[in-house]
């Protein structure tokens, strides 16, 4: 009797790990929160760039900063086919500012106002809410140093938030000062730290960038630095005033702010104005967007020394935790939108 042969199992394909997927009928709401937060950005007459999706590896390490997790622990670097070192973009601004340099937008019309949208790339543990592939909606703004243009970087992320429907989310805001206050309340806050049962690692980044520290997501180095001096009680006079302009700004504009006085960002370029827009619906990964101004990122890559100020708003419409709005053409009843990612349209809601 003659054998049947076995059957060759064909490996099945998936998506990389991490890397979330849109597509019909639910990608429509996915498109919608994208295109809902470009238009707020095209209200307020900021203009497209498109940027590339793989830069100079340099570009990151000193634009973003070595001492950040981003740079040290979550790019994908590797070397083409011309042993040239590439990473695939992980965050929008230092490629904006690059762009800017290397085409000289800047000596035109000041500030130059900028929007981009698209994927960036962090190589993290996949969780709720944390993708090595992410989509962001962001703009930047360069060339002016002013606490208005701060307060209009900010509206405009708002803005989206509000025509997508969402509520419960809250902006806070703080101030990192400025080359004039950072260097003291560096040496104070190391000082500070010195005091502290802190591992190595911990002591060698206090070292680099104390503000890191403060950034700790551990519960012991939480409960540490508790006491820790704040750079809102040290800002330099100008630091200060630029803080409660940007402010008066916000109330003026009717956007609602808490001010968080212990906010550190993950980027080592942030000055003065910095910003996140939390939900605490979302659990650990509460930030929905976010950002701060720049005022010393552009001439460290070469180009003239223009200040900046830019935000970034998640695009992943993960961000509503009560599910897809009315506005989202992806939902039906008693379905999951896998573009929302997080709850389940009830057929009440129609």
Same mark, same amino acid.
């Given at each position: ?9 064909? =490996? ?40 590339? !999706? ?12 070595? @001492? ?21 973009? %992980? ?9 800017? /340099? ?44 002013? %606490? ?5 970087? /900010?509206?405009? =992320?708002?803005?989206?938030?509000? =025509? ?41 980044? =206090? ?17 540490? !630095? ?28 009717? !956007? ?7 906010? !550190? ?22 930030? /929905? ?19 900046? /100020? ?38 009440? @809601?129609?």
């Amino acid at each position: 009797m003659t054998a049947v042969p076995a059957v060759e199992e064909k =490996a099945a394909f998936a998506a990389p790990k991490g890397v979330p997927e849109y597509f019909p009928p639910e990608g429509a709401g996915f498109e919608h929160v994208r295109d809902t937060l470009v238009a707020a950005a095209d209200r307020a007459g900021y203009g497209l760039v498109e940027l590339p !999706v793989f830069e100079d590896t340099a570009l990151y390490a000193r634009g973003v900063g070595e @001492s950040t997790d981003v740079v040290s622990k979550e790019m994908y670097t590797f070397a083409d086919r011309g042993d040239r070192s590439v990473t695939l973009r %992980p965050e929008g601004t230092a490629g904006v500012v690059r762009s800017v /340099i290397e085409h000289g937008l800047d000596r035109h019309g000041l500030p130059v106002k900028l929007r981009y949208s698209g994927p960036f790339f962090r190589y993290e543990r996949p969780q709720a809410g944390r993708y090595r592939q992410l989509q962001q909606v962001g703009v930047e703004a360069i060339g002016v140093d002013d %606490p208005a243009l701060d307060a209009e970087v /900010i509206a405009v =992320a708002d803005e989206g938030f509000t =025509a997508l429907g969402l509520t419960g989310y809250r902006l806070e805001i703080t101030s990192l000062g400025d080359a004039d206050c950072r260097p003291a309340y560096g040496a104070l806050l190391r000082e500070f730290l010195a005091g502290l049962p802190l591992d190595d690692a911990t002591r060698t980044r =206090a070292q680099l960038n104390p503000l890191r520290v403060l950034d700790d997501k551990r519960p012991e180095v939480r409960a540490l !630095v508790a006491d820790a001096p704040l750079l809102v009680d040290h800002l330099s006079a100008a630091s200060a005033e630029h803080f409660a302009a940007v402010k008066q700004h916000l109330d003026d504009l009717g !956007v609602a702010y808490v001010e968080n006085p212990r906010m !550190v960002r993950g980027l080592d370029y942030y000055t003065k104005t910095t910003f996140e827009f939390v939900h605490d619906g979302l659990g650990a990964q509460s930030g /929905i967007g976010g950002g701060g101004r720049y005022d010393g990122l552009m001439a460290t890559l070469g180009g003239q020394p223009l200040s900046g /100020i830019g935000s970034a708003s998640a695009s992943t419409a993960r961000c509503w935790p009560a599910g897809p709005r009315a506005s989202c053409p992806g939902r039906r009843p008693g379905a999951r939108c896998s573009a929302c990612r997080w709850a389940t349209w009830p057929s009440a @809601s129609w």
